[in-house]
C-alpha cells in the first residue's frame, strides 16, 4: 500500500462550480497533512495544511480531515479557470520532517 | 528575498557523465530537500539533510551524493549520470515548527541524459 494515495483521474469541472480532490495515507502515525498546486512547469507552492480532525478554511480552499479514517481531502470552491492545475497531497508522519507526496490530480476548470 | 534557488535550470548530458545541481538557500532553513518529480511516480525523496554535515536517504537514493557543508548550499551529484535519472529535480527546504512544517520548494531543474 502506497503511504499518500490519490486515486481520481483528471477532474473537469465548470467554472463556479467546487471541485473535490480525495487523498489517503497509511501510517496511523502521520500527523500533519498539506496540500500543494502545482502549475504546469511550476515547482509546487504550498496552498493549506492541516493537523487536527475537521475542517480548515482559507478563502475558496477549505482542507477536510479525517485520522479515524486516514483521509485528507481539499474543496475549491467557485472553481476559477486559474485554479486548473495538479494538486498535490502531502503528509509528514513524524520528527524527521519529511513529506510523502501523492502522485496527485489535475484539475481543469471550464470557462 | 531570493528564497531557494536551483542552478542549472536546464541540463542536458551524456550517459556517463558526472552532473551536479546546485541548490542554495538564503532563509537559514535546517532542513533540505532533494525530490525528483516523474510522470506516473509524482515527486518522490532522493535525500534529505537536517542540518549541516547530516544528511541522509530518502526514498531513490541509488546513484545519487549529496553534501551539506554549509547550511544555505546543498548540491545533488548524479556520479554517473544514467537515462533512468532524466527528471526534474526539485531543492525544497523547511523549519521544523510545532506539529506542522512548510516545504519551500526551488524552481526545479530540468535534466536529460542522452
Known amino acids: 500500500q502506497k503511504e499518500v494515495e490519490q486515486n481520481s483521474g483528471p477532474l473537469s469541472v465548470p467554472e463556479g462550480a467546487i471541485a473535490s480532490l480525495n487523498c489517503t495515507y497509511s501510517?496511523?502515525?502521520?500527523?500533519?497533512f498539506f496540500w500543494y498546486r502545482q502549475y504546469s512547469g511550476k515547482s509546487p507552492e504550498l496552498i493549506m495544511s492541516?493537523?487536527?480532525?475537521g475542517d480548515k478554511e482559507d478563502g475558496r480552499f477549505t482542507a477536510q480531515l479525517n485520522k479515524a479514517s486516514q483521509y485528507v481531502s481539499l474543496l475549491i470552491r467557485d472553481s476559477q479557470p486559474s485554479d486548473s492545475a495538479t494538486y498535490l497531497c502531502?503528509?509528514?508522519?513524524?520528527?524527521?520532517?519529511?513529506?510523502?507526496f501523492g502522485k496527485g490530480n489535475q484539475v481543469v476548470v471550464i470557462p | 528575498d531570493a528564497g531557494i534557488t536551483q542552478s542549472p535550470r536546464y541540463k542536458i548530458t551524456e550517459t556517463g557523465r558526472q552532473v551536479t545541481l546546485m541548490c542554495h538557500q538564503t532563509?537559514?532553513?535546517?532542513?533540505m530537500f532533494w525530490y525528483r518529480q516523474d510522470l506516473g511516480h509524482g515527486l518522490r525523496l532522493i535525500y534529505y539533510?537536517?542540518?549541516?554535515?547530516?544528511?541522509d536517504k530518502g526514498e531513490v537514493p541509488d546513484g545519487y551524493v549529496v553534501s551539506r557543508s554549509k547550511t544555505e548550499n546543498f548540491p545533488l551529484t548524479l556520479e554517473s549520470a544514467t537515462r533512468s535519472q532524466t527528471s526534474v529535480y526539485f531543492c525544497?527546504?523547511?523549519?521544523?515548527?510545532?506539529?506542522?512544517?512548510?516545504?519551500?520548494f526551488g524552481e526545479g531543474s530540468w535534466l536529460t541524459v542522452v
Open positions: 492541516i493537523y487536527s480532525n
Open positions: 539533510s537536517a542540518a549541516a554535515d547530516i544528511t
Open positions: 501510517d496511523r502515525g502521520s500527523q500533519s
Open positions: 525544497a527546504s523547511s523549519e521544523l515548527t510545532g506539529s506542522g512544517n512548510t516545504i519551500y
Open positions: 502531502a503528509v509528514k508522519r513524524g520528527g524527521n520532517n519529511r513529506l510523502a
Open positions: 532563509w537559514s532553513h535546517s532542513y
